[in-house]
Nanobody, 125 residues
């Protein structure tokens, strides 16, 4: 089993920044990718940013390109999401997820095997 613990959510004004962190523990020897997904009220969960543990591949949703950056610290088994120029439409619960192996859906929720409990990000206008 793998446990994922998110931190860093909160309330911020539009144009502001937040940094989310997700630390993995447990059976972390089998990690292919980690990433961030979000779900706004009455909307489906969507991929935001995913990075392979080797760092060779990164996925960023078009809606966050140029504003969000994903990074990882292999030694700490931690992935980060730096969110700049936040917009009210970024308001959602942000979930950290981990994929233990490669699949065609490696950057989608279908490719993930473990999930964190989520952290709320609220962007006020």
């Amino acid at each position: 089993q793998v446990q994922l613990v998110e931190s860093g959510g909160g309330l911020v004004q539009a144009g502001g920044s937040l940094r989310l962190s997700c630390a993995a523990s447990g059976r972390t020897f089998s990690m292919y990718a980690m990433g961030w997904f979000r779900q706004a009220p009455e909307k489906e969960r969507e991929s935001v940013a995913v990075i392979t543990w080797s760092g060779g591949s990164t996925y960023l949703a078009d809606s966050v390109k140029g504003r969000f950056t994903i990074s990882r610290d292999n030694a700490k088994n931690t992935v980060y999401l730096q969110m700049n120029s936040l917009k009210p439409e970024d308001t959602a619960i942000y979930y950290c997820a981990l994929a233990t192996g490669y699949s065609r859906n490696w950057y989608t929720s279908r490719g993930m095997d473990y999930w964190g409990k989520g952290t709320l990000v609220t962007v006020s206008s």
